[in-house]
């Protein structure tokens, strides 16, 4: 099993942008498919992006669709979402998830990831 750790969060206007990364330590990173969550406070929490193994799939949740994209260094072990336009309303606590997968699958169903990050704060001002 890998661990994700997520970096990148922190405070932004709204109207701003903000970069996120995923690192996956603990086997080989191209194996794995991203998948971004988040998780407001007394919310559930909701699928952002998902990206596949190659980097040349991926799929968006229609709050962030043309605002946020994801891409994926696999030389780099990373995984990246680039986040702009933020509204008050994408404030959450943001997760990276992995799942082994095939080449040019991805997936957005929190269920189908094993592995998981603990987070990294993510809030947008008014």
């Known amino acids: 099993q890998v661990q994700p750790v997520e970096s990148g969060g922190g405070l932004v206007q709204a109207g701003g942008g903000l970069r996120l990364s995923c690192t996956i330590s603990?086997?080989?990173?191209?194996?794995?498919?991203v998948g971004w969550f988040r998780q407001a406070y007394g919310k559930e929490r909701e699928w952002v992006a998902a990206?596949?193994?190659?980097?040349?799939?991926?799929a968006y949740a229609d709050s962030v669709k043309g605002r946020f994209f994801t891409s994926r260094d696999n030389a780099k072990n990373t995984v990246d979402l680039h986040m702009s336009k933020l509204k008050p309303e994408d404030t959450a606590n943001y997760y990276c998830?992995?799942?082994?997968?095939?080449?040019?699958?991805?997936?957005?169903?929190?269920?189908?990831?094993?592995?998981w990050g603990q987070g990294t704060q993510v809030t947008v001002s008014s």
């Open positions: 603990g086997r080989t990173f191209s194996e794995y498919a």
């Open positions: 990206i596949s193994r190659s980097g040349g799939n991926a």
């Open positions: 998830a992995a799942r082994l997968a095939p080449w040019s699958t991805y997936f957005s169903y929190a269920g189908s990831y094993d592995s």
